[in-house]
């Protein structure tokens, strides 16, 4: 009787690891880039055109080196991005940069759950069958070319923006979106429709929040800061009608670039009409289910539409009203629990440590000290150079932290500086949030942005080289707005400066 066990020596050799030499190489970079800040000399102080110092602490330091290495293993995408997110909890907790209490406490923060929320809600979508039905309507109306199926999807998708949180828009759009893609004829195989179809999904989501104050919290909170400045208020209309053609301008920028770049494989899928008019008469009449996600997410709209008008419920915090909907998903029976394991936890981790290293920026001193620092160098630029310097700043920041706390980072600033440069405080707002509500660059500059990435259509280094481009027109069609747009709408551009 012959033994047919192998010898543990070649067992261990058939038994290698799967090492990635590139991949590797860069996760071994970002860590000896956090190492080099964190052990480096103390920075030189911060100063503000008053005088006021801003020391970087041990800390503080260790933060802009965390947050660096964060950055290059989420773009080249080294390791999962979850656990990217999972190392910054970890690597603030094991270099004492932040007590463990607090950075892991972040995982778990309001707006967290509210993506968490919005994914639960497209997943409702799709088990209850609702989400083809939509996407067969759609179909119907745009036709079989392709590019005005990329138009349709996006020009909806900006649409939704204006009336809801953009990252319950992308959650809701997302499963239409993939029902439509499998009409393509390419199954799960990544195609330039497919990439063009998601990323434009996740770009126009940002370009149309930026419309009205229902689009995202970056509008609210901008207001606030700006009416405890100058004790002007914000009217909802007044955002509109100084964003309104800079939203729907781009998107129609990046339907025009994605079309363009990204120009799919087939120019038009013959026979779509007849097909979609097929699988839309095998659904058959609305079912309850159906009947009662629509009713939910429309009492979720009504009720986040209203929270800026009804002083009962502005105290109410948007997560908590959006976990409602969670909670009635699974009391009514549209969702089970088998269920939550389709929830993409990857891209619930990624906004997790997304939060931790945004929080960890603010609470230890470095985003101030980065902001002051940036802005100092544009003290005696042009009023326009200082401006675009404002919004670039913004837009490099979102791209990592939460688009509220790069507002909340740079406007104290920014408009303390603008006073003494002549510079109006509306034209900084403004430029602030045009840049805050358009992150292209990062998976994490958006939520919209990662449950796009959910697809696997696209990889991020894929992202980051379409959003290189996209942000540098943003800063144009943003400095062209400045110049002709906002002045000729009555927009204050300079003032006597003190």
């Not at 690891?17 to 880039?33: M, N, Q, S």
């Not at 991005?81 to 892991?104: D, H, N, S, W, Y």
């Not at 994605?258 to 839309?280: D, F, M, N, Q, Y």
């Amino acid at each position: 009787m012959t033994d047919d066990r192998l010898p543990q020596s070649i067992t261990l050799a058939a038994e290698r690891l799967p090492i990635d030499p590139k991949k590797t190489a860069i996760l071994l970079f970002g860590l000896a880039v956090f190492l080099a800040i964190y052990f480096s000399p103390p920075w030189a102080v911060a100063v503000d055109p008053s005088g006021k110092e801003f020391v970087l602490s041990h800390e503080g330091k260790a933060a802009i080196g965390l947050f660096l290495m964060a950055g290059i293993w989420w773009v080249f995408e080294v390791i999962p991005i979850g656990v990217t997110a999972l190392a910054i909890g970890i690597f603030q907790a094991m270099f004492f940069i932040r007590p463990a209490k607090e950075a892991f406490h972040d995982f778990m923060d309001p707006s967290v759950m509210f993506i968490f929320g919005s994914i639960v809600i497209g997943l409702a979508f799709t088990k209850s069958g609702l989400t083809k039905r939509i996407a067969y309507r759609m179909l119907v109306v745009v036709g079989e070319r392709t590019d005005r199926i990329l138009l349709g999807a996006m020009v909806v998708t900006a649409a939704l923006a204006h009336l809801m949180a953009h990252t319950a828009v992308a959650a809701t759009m997302f499963p239409i979106l993939l029902a439509i893609y499998a009409l393509y004829g390419e199954g799960d195989r990544p195609t330039n429709f497919g990439k063009a179809l998601f990323i434009g999904m996740a770009y126009s989501a940002g370009a149309g929040s930026i419309i009205t104050f229902l689009g995202a919290a970056r509008g609210p909170a901008a207001a606030a800061m700006y009416e405890g400045f100058t004790g002007h208020h914000i009217t909802f209309f007044q955002l509109t009608e100084y964003m309104f053609l800079i939203g729907w301008g781009m998107v129609f920028i990046i339907w025009f670039y994605l079309k363009t770049v990204l120009k799919p494989e087939k120019a038009s899928i013959p026979g779509l009409r007849e097909t979609v008019a097929r699988l839309a008469g095998q659904i058959g009449p609305m079912t309850l289910k159906e009947k009662l996600v629509i009713l939910i997410v429309a009492a979720l709209v009504v009720v986040m539409s209203t929270k800026s008008f009804i002083p009962l419920l502005a105290p109410i915090d948007r997560a908590a009203v959006i976990l409602t909907t969670t909670l009635l998903f699974f009391v009514l029976g549209v969702l089970t629990v088998k269920d939550l394991e389709e929830i993409p936890w990857n891209i619930v981790l990624l906004f997790s440590g997304a939060m931790s290293i945004g929080f960890c920026l603010w609470n230890t001193g470095a985003a101030e000290w980065m902001a002051v620092n940036w802005l100092g160098l544009l003290l005696d630029a042009h009023w326009w150079v200082f401006v675009m310097g404002i919004a670039a700043f913004v837009l490099i920041m979102t791209n990592f932290i939460m688009n509220v706390a790069a507002i909340a980072i740079v406007l104290p600033v920014a408009l303390v500086i603008a006073k003494y440069l002549g510079v109006a405080p509306e034209v900084i707002v403004y430029s602030a949030l045009v840049t805050a509500g358009m992150p292209f660059l990062l998976l994490i500059g958006a939520a919209p942005n990662a449950i796009a990435y959910d697809a696997k259509q696209f990889t991020t280094a894929e992202f980051f080289k379409h959003g290189i481009p996209m942000s540098i027109i943003l800063l144009l069609v943003l400095g062209l707005a400045m110049v002709s747009l906002w002045p000729w709408l009555g927009m204050p551009i300079l003032v006597n400066p003190q």
